[in-house]
């Protein structure tokens, strides 16, 4: 069979699978359809949250980035792990102790304001709708490159599997959808990763690999060699970073909040049995999760050995066909400076920006561009994205292997945009219509209700993956600084402060959020050259700005809340009832 | 994590258990603890002081950078492990252990 068939064959059944587990599973109450009655078994809720958690961006970018960043890129290895101790420790099994439906139900019962509610309704849309455009361009690469279908085409296909499983199965559907897609991916995700460490160490378990020499018989450990070979390149050693210390701090630290503040991570521990089993969920969750997570570092640095190695100093006409390939769908460019048909990779830009490819061919073959020249030596263009889409071809991998990182990184972009669909439908017909501006609803109604938002909000989704707005790659980082910045200092001052009071709660969400707005956008959209360390606060970058929103949030918080009455007797009573977890919370 | 259980605002009538207080006490402390591991493997040896530890190493890695993208990983796992299994023996001694 040829690998496009493979592919096919590969991705057809796994949508199957999704779809069967998500007829099997229909939701029948709205209690299933928002936390599937809370009777998800401890283990298979961790499962379902790394498989929600774990995104298009984990899956195809994270090696990647790391492949490229080094060093630098260890804030996203321990911000996007060191979150879930936050969660089990600080907010998880106190939320399941509450025992209802959402982060703004928390929100709005703890501070007695329908207000709160709704700042928290407000915060939990943007930061899902950022993250799902995410999602969808991850589905549309997945598309474009391996299944030989138009973007377009491509991000409806995905619409249309997220639409049955989400729609039809609510969170019990998505949650045993999920469960299947962690298993998916992360076979997916594990395959090459053996069979690459073990073609460049000799060793074939990744995490060992990246400690060990390089079988090439130079005896040289791959870290050194990576330091090395990149140095002579002009690029700076893989184990140093560019970045300063306080900035790697601060994004660390705002990924880590941001983890532990994100909506639809906390939802999954809203469908465990009791606060006991939200504990127990969210070690489970980080055991799956880090498998990927320690994987990720070995693949990024064999990623980039491999890519040197198999790149630079070739002439472009003998260029392995999966260069040729990515060149074909934009990702990678070859501008010839010299004209000499080698390609010469080196540190710096090929030419200004993203390539714009001309219809004409050059000397050697290669695609053409009408971007700006720029000084240097440099005459590769490469997307992080692709490391790990093309890593089983850089390593010349058989075709199955290939077809599974298809498949894989689909069942990553899908668990996550089902998931992150789910709480947008769930905050709009439960949060805004049933505690809000419709409390006469009735259950069928709110289900329907539900369905409909969640339709919408797949609708909304799909557009943002077939035009996808020029910035948003650019926001990502708006997610998970908002988060810090909004609801992450909310909800635990709900549990560990008894003093805290709307006033205050208020205040502090509202303050966070739009000083942690302006900054990224101001950086990220308004002024984007004046987006150099020169200019930033105390040399911070706007995807580290979250934690100075959070502390800003703690501040005004506090100060709002001496000066104003403190919470209801009824209030203090709530928080003595999630902190000591006496029977089960009714979900 | 200032804990204040009566603030002095009026309604005096309503008073935490001396049980509860106890129970959250020691979780508070348990917190603490643990919190102070996890910004010492990550923060602390994987960012401020990896210059320090990149002198040694284990294997082929410099120790600070392991720290960065390894170990302080696997450290958190074993924190949540640990959390779960103190908190089971605090809720046992305040008679909480009702499992259903």
């Given at each position: 069979?040829?690998?496009?068939?493979?592919?096919?064959?590969?991705?057809?059944?796994?949508?199957?699978?999704?779809?069967?587990?998500?007829?099997?599973?229909?939701?029948?109450?709205?209690?299933?359809?928002?936390?599937?009655?809370?009777?998800?078994?401890?283990?298979?809720?961790?499962?379902?949250?790394?498989?929600?958690?774990?995104?298009?961006?984990?899956?195809?970018?994270?090696?990647?980035?790391?492949?490229?960043?080094?060093?630098?890129?260890?804030v996203?290895?321990?911000g996007?792990?060191?979150?879930?101790?936050?969660?089990?420790?600080?907010?998880?099994?106190?939320?399941?102790?509450?025992?209802?439906?959402?982060?703004?139900?928390?929100?709005?019962?703890?501070?007695?304001?329908?207000?709160?509610?709704?700042?928290?309704?407000?915060?939990?849309?943007?930061i899902?709708?950022t993250y799902?455009?995410g999602?969808?361009?991850?589905?549309?690469?997945?598309?474009?490159?391996?299944?030989?279908?138009?973007?377009?085409?491509?991000?409806?296909?995905?619409?249309?599997?997220?639409?049955?499983?989400?729609?039809?199965?609510?969170?019990?559907?998505?949650?045993?959808?999920?469960?299947?897609?962690?298993?998916?991916?992360?076979?997916?995700?594990?395959?090459?990763?053996?069979?690459?460490?073990?073609?460049?160490?000799?060793?074939?378990?990744?995490?060992?690999?990246?400690?060990?020499?390089?079988?090439?018989?130079?005896?040289?450990?791959?870290?050194?060699?990576?330091?090395?070979?990149?140095?002579?390149?002009?690029?700076?050693?893989?184990?140093?970073?560019?970045?300063?210390?306080?900035?790697?701090?601060c994004i660390?630290?705002a990924l880590?909040?941001g983890?532990?503040?994100?909506?639809?991570?906390?939802?999954?521990?809203?469908?465990?049995?009791?606060?006991?089993?939200?504990?127990?969920?969210?070690?489970?969750?980080?055991?799956?999760?880090?498998?990927?997570?320690?994987?990720?570092?070995?693949?990024?640095?064999?990623?980039?050995?491999?890519?040197?190695?198999?790149?630079?100093?070739?002439?472009?006409?003998?260029?392995?066909?999966?260069?040729?390939?990515?060149?074909?769908?934009?990702?990678?460019?070859?501008?010839?400076?010299?004209?000499?048909?080698?390609?010469?990779?080196?540190?710096?830009?090929?030419?200004?920006?993203?390539?714009?490819?001309?219809?004409?061919?050059?000397?050697?073959?290669?695609?053409?561009?009408?971007?700006?020249?720029?000084?240097?030596?440099?005459?590769?263009?490469?997307?992080?994205?692709?490391?790990?889409?093309?890593?089983?071809?850089?390593?010349?991998?058989?075709?199955?292997?290939?077809?599974?990182?298809?498949?894989?990184?689909?069942?990553?972009?899908?668990?996550?945009?089902?998931?992150?669909?789910?709480?947008?439908?769930?905050?709009?017909?439960?949060?805004?219509?049933?505690?809000?501006?419709?409390?006469?609803?009735?259950?069928?109604?709110?289900?329907?209700?539900?369905?409909?938002?969640?339709?919408?909000?797949?609708?909304?989704?799909?557009?943002?993956?077939?035009?996808?707005?020029?910035f948003v790659a650019q926001v990502v980082a708006f997610a998970f600084g908002l988060a810090a910045a909004?609801?992450?200092?909310?909800?635990?001052?709900?549990?560990?402060?008894?003093?805290?009071?709307?006033?205050?709660?208020?205040?502090?969400?509202?303050?966070?959020?739009?000083?942690t707005f302006?900054y990224i956008a101001?950086f990220k959209l308004?002024?984007?050259?004046?987006n150099?360390?020169?200019?930033?606060?105390?040399?911070?970058s706007p995807e580290g700005i979250g934690?100075?929103g959070?502390?800003?949030?703690?501040?005004?918080?506090?100060?709002?809340?001496?000066?104003?009455?403190?919470?209801?007797?009824?209030?203090?009573?709530?928080?003595?009832?999630?902190?000591?977890?006496?029977?089960?919370?009714?979900? | 994590?200032?804990?204040?259980?009566?603030?002095?605002?009026?309604?005096?009538?309503?008073?935490?258990?001396?049980?509860?207080?106890?129970?959250?006490?020691?979780?508070?402390?348990?917190?603490?603890?643990?919190?102070?591991?996890?910004?010492?493997?990550?923060?602390?040896?994987?960012?401020?002081?990896?210059?320090?530890?990149?002198?040694?190493?284990?294997?082929?890695?410099?120790?600070?950078?392991?720290?960065?993208?390894?170990?302080?990983?696997?450290?958190?796992?074993?924190?949540?492990?640990?959390?779960?299994?103190?908190?089971?023996?605090?809720?046992?001694?305040?008679?909480?252990?009702?499992?259903?």
């Amino acid at each position: 069979m040829t690998t496009q068939t493979l592919i096919y064959l590969f991705v057809g059944a796994s949508f199957a699978l999704y779809i069967g587990i998500a007829i099997a599973s229909r939701a029948g109450s709205t209690s299933e359809f928002y936390v599937a009655d809370g009777h998800v078994n401890p283990v298979v809720n961790g499962m379902a949250t790394a498989a929600d958690w774990m995104s298009a961006a984990s899956f195809i970018s994270m090696a990647g980035l790391i492949a490229f960043l080094g060093y630098d890129g260890s804030v996203y290895l321990m911000g996007w792990t060191g979150g879930y101790v936050m969660l089990a420790l600080l907010l998880a099994p106190y939320l399941r102790q509450f025992g209802q439906y959402t982060v703004p139900d928390f929100i709005g019962a703890r501070y007695y304001s329908k207000a709160a509610r709704v700042v928290a309704v407000i915060c939990l849309i943007f930061i899902s709708f950022t993250y799902i455009a995410g999602q969808m361009r991850g589905v549309g690469i997945v598309f474009s490159r391996f299944l030989e279908v138009p973007v377009d085409l491509g991000v409806i296909i995905g619409m249309g599997i997220v639409f049955i499983y989400a729609v039809l199965g609510g969170m019990k559907g998505i949650t045993y959808t999920q469960v299947a897609q962690y298993c998916v991916l992360i076979f997916a995700y594990m395959v090459p990763a053996f069979f690459i460490s073990f073609l460049v160490t000799g060793n074939p378990i990744p995490q060992v690999g990246l400690g060990s020499e390089v079988a090439d018989g130079s005896g040289m450990y791959v870290l050194q060699k990576l330091d090395a070979t990149l140095t002579d390149l002009g690029f700076t050693a893989y184990t140093d970073g560019t970045k300063s210390m306080i900035d790697i701090f601060c994004i660390t630290a705002a990924l880590m909040i941001g983890t532990a503040g994100l909506p639809h991570v906390i939802v999954r521990f809203f469908t465990v049995p009791s606060a006991r089993d939200a504990r127990r969920s969210a070690g489970w969750a980080l055991v799956f999760i880090a498998l990927l997570y320690t994987t990720a570092p070995a693949v990024g640095a064999f990623a980039r050995i491999n890519f040197v190695e198999t790149v630079n100093e070739q002439q472009y006409a003998d260029a392995p066909e999966w260069f040729t390939n990515w060149e074909a769908n934009d990702l990678i460019a070859f501008n010839d400076r010299n004209g000499d048909g080698v390609m010469q990779y080196r540190s710096g830009e090929a030419f200004a920006g993203a390539p714009v490819f001309t219809e004409e061919r050059g000397a050697s073959g290669e695609r053409l561009v009408s971007n700006d020249a720029v000084e240097g030596e440099n005459e590769v263009y490469v997307d992080r994205d692709i490391m790990v889409l093309a890593n089983p071809e850089i390593a010349n991998l058989p075709g199955w292997v290939i077809a599974l990182v298809a498949a894989g990184g689909l069942a990553a972009a899908l668990s996550t945009a089902a998931g992150l669909l789910l709480v947008i439908s769930t905050s709009i017909s439960h949060d805004l219509l049933k505690q809000t501006f419709r409390p006469q609803i009735t259950e069928k109604g709110e289900l329907m209700a539900a369905r409909i938002a969640a339709t919408a909000a797949i609708l909304v989704a799909g557009y943002l993956g077939i035009y996808p707005p020029g910035f948003v790659a650019q926001v990502v980082a708006f997610a998970f600084g908002l988060a810090a910045a909004s609801l992450f200092p909310a909800i635990f001052m709900g549990i560990f402060s008894k003093r805290m009071n709307k006033e205050g709660a208020i205040a502090g969400m509202v303050s966070g959020l739009a000083f942690t707005f302006l900054y990224i956008a101001y950086f990220k959209l308004w002024n984007p050259d004046a987006n150099v360390a020169a200019n930033w606060w105390f040399g911070i970058s706007p995807e580290g700005i979250g934690v100075i929103g959070m502390l800003i949030n703690f501040a005004v918080a506090l100060a709002v809340s001496r000066v104003t009455a403190g919470p209801p007797l009824e209030v203090r009573r709530l928080i003595d009832s999630i902190r000591v977890p006496r029977g089960a919370g009714k979900a | 994590m200032s804990d204040e259980n009566n603030p002095d605002d009026g309604d005096s009538d309503y008073v935490t258990s001396e049980a509860d207080q106890a129970y959250w006490k020691a979780n508070i402390r348990l917190l603490v603890t643990l919190m102070s591991i996890w910004f010492l493997v990550s923060f602390g040896a994987g960012i401020l002081f990896r210059d320090f530890l990149d002198q040694f190493s284990i294997g082929g890695y410099p120790l600070g950078f392991w720290f960065a993208q390894q170990g302080a990983i696997y450290v958190f796992i074993a924190l949540i492990v640990i959390y779960v299994r103190q908190m089971r023996k605090i809720e046992k001694r305040f008679g909480l252990d009702d499992d259903e």
